[in-house]
């Protein structure tokens, strides 16, 4: 099935509206649909790593939009900074992990891309799995983050997520289709960058 053949709803090709364009984010309308675009083109993308002791690498930070401290993989925009502007997703995957977790890849891996919140935003999310890690640095983040380094054994991950779920932490939902990835890999076909 061609999912380009298949009905659209009668607003879907309205024109656009401005509603609101701030730094990061901005607010459009589209007939009725209202939602966000942020404003670096090349989306995020979240990393999939695992320490050479088999321990999956979660980060903690407290995130202001929901007001609770959450548990996430490492994450980041792709070229989000005027110096950044042209990197790709794989370049900006291994430079996240390094600035937020410590850890430098020899090799990342293209797995899947899609939408973060389709009724919601256009953002776009790439999931890179990062090969080879060494530990090079603290980790935490830039100097605008406070960044905490979770290594959970693999085979403790879910529980521990759900463990954490129960003593109130906020769990991002994609990491448990980042887990699923770890455990049966991504698309046949692999886009690989070598570091």
């Not at 609770?68 to 794989?90: H, K, W």
């Not at 009724?119 to 603290?138: C, D, H, N, Q, Y």
């Not at 983050?145 to 939902?173: K, T």
Request: aromatic residues 8%; charged residues 25%; negative net charge.
């Amino acid at each position: 099935m061609n999912p380009d053949t298949l009905p659209t709803p009668p607003d879907a090709h309205a024109p656009v509206e401005t509603l609101y364009q701030g730094r990061w984010l901005t607010l459009r309308q589209r007939g009725r649909w209202e939602y966000v675009e942020r404003n670096n083109p090349g989306g995020a993308v979240i990393i999939l790593a695992v320490t050479p002791q088999d321990r999956v690498l979660f980060v903690e930070q407290y995130r202001v939009p929901i007001l609770q401290r959450t548990i996430e993989m490492p994450a980041g925009l792709v070229g989000d900074l005027a110096e950044q502007a042209d990197e790709g997703a794989l370049i900006a995957a291994a430079r996240e992990l390094e600035e937020e977790t410590g850890y430098r890849c020899g090799r990342m891996d293209f797995i899947h891309e899609g939408p973060s919140s389709s009724g919601m935003s256009t953002e776009m999310i790439a999931f890179a799995r990062a090969w080879e890690l060494e530990k090079v640095g603290p980790g935490g983040g830039d100097e605008s983050e406070d960044i905490i380094v979770h290594e959970v054994p693999r085979a403790e991950a879910g529980a521990w997520l759900f463990a954490r779920a129960a003593e109130g932490y906020s769990i991002d939902p994609k990491l448990f289709a980042g887990l699923w990835f770890l455990e049966h890999g991504g698309q046949a076909e692999h886009i690989t960058h070598e570091m």
